[in-house]
């Protein structure tokens, strides 16, 4: 089908891959568009090749990851799924990478995918300035946004950067009145972020911004990691257990206590 000229068609953007038929990226089954490049380095990152924002190639040269696509080809395949997302409520999901590093591109794919009547979703740090965060989520039907650490220095320690832009963004957010699109995403790191001062800050933190109403905890994998070996990188929490179902349940009901939110 021929789609009629739009406002941002040919954009271009650096895509790492499109997924299809995903039912952990939103509500029903999901096309995930993800994106290359990110200004955070968190050391547990399950995608090291989503970091850089050029296009890269494993050491022994068989696996290349990104592509420039613009707007419409992106959503030439995206709107192959359209039948599925119509019997499961599902639609469109944009994510990184960190989808705030290429704002133009993300803002005019999401504004296309709402008047088609594809119902949109993004997963994103909330890294970078209000007035490119406050636009796409005015636009899209709901956000995952990860929050890693409420304490400064952990997040500068094990992402590299300060947390202050997505916090202060977390609470303009519910200032707005956008609260309600935003599900917490924590991953949960142990002996990284899973202290009880740490969640009983992080819960606080949440139940504290408008109209956010439940956070989700996820628990800590090693995914990605044979990715770190093909492209050279080491992996620096190669040591790090992965979590107990009872010590997350213990981590829910910290955070639950604390934010008086629902935690799943």
């Not at 960190?98 to 949109?120: G, K, N, S």
């Not at 090693?222 to 213990?250: N, Q």
């Amino acid at each position: 089908m021929m789609h009629a000229e739009y406002n941002g068609k040919d954009l271009q953007g650096m895509v790492l891959r499109l997924e299809k038929s995903s039912v952990y990226d939103g509500e029903g089954f999901r096309t995930v568009v993800f994106l290359k490049g990110c200004p955070l380095r968190c050391q547990w990152c399950s995608t090291p090749e989503s970091q850089s924002p050029e296009i890269e190639t494993t050491q022994d040269g068989a696996i290349t990851y990104g592509k420039m696509m613009t707007v419409e080809e992106v959503l030439v395949e995206v709107r192959k799924d359209s039948l599925f997302y119509f019997h499961s409520n599902g639609g469109m999901t944009v994510s990184g990478g960190e989808i705030l590093a290429q704002p133009d591109f993300v803002l005019a794919l999401l504004r296309r995918a709402c008047f088609e009547v594809i119902d949109t979703c993004i997963e994103t740090s909330l890294y970078a300035d209000w007035k490119i965060v406050e636009p796409i989520l005015d636009v899209v039907d709901s956000a995952f946004v990860d929050l890693k650490f409420v304490t400064e220095e952990l997040h500068k320690k094990y992402t590299g950067i300060s947390n202050r832009r997505i916090l202060e963004n977390l609470r303009k957010a519910g200032a707005c009145n956008l609260g309600e699109k935003i599900i917490i995403r924590t991953p949960l790191i142990p002996g990284v972020n899973d202290s009880e001062e740490e969640l009983e800050k992080i819960g606080r933190f949440v139940g504290g911004q408008a109209h956010i109403h439940h956070i989700q905890l996820l628990p800590y994998h090693r995914l990605g990691t044979d990715t770190y070996r093909k492209l050279g990188r080491p992996y620096l929490l190669a040591d790090v257990e992965i979590p107990t179902p009872e010590h997350m349940e213990w981590c829910r009901s910290v955070v639950a206590s604390s934010s008086g939110l629902h935690v799943m």
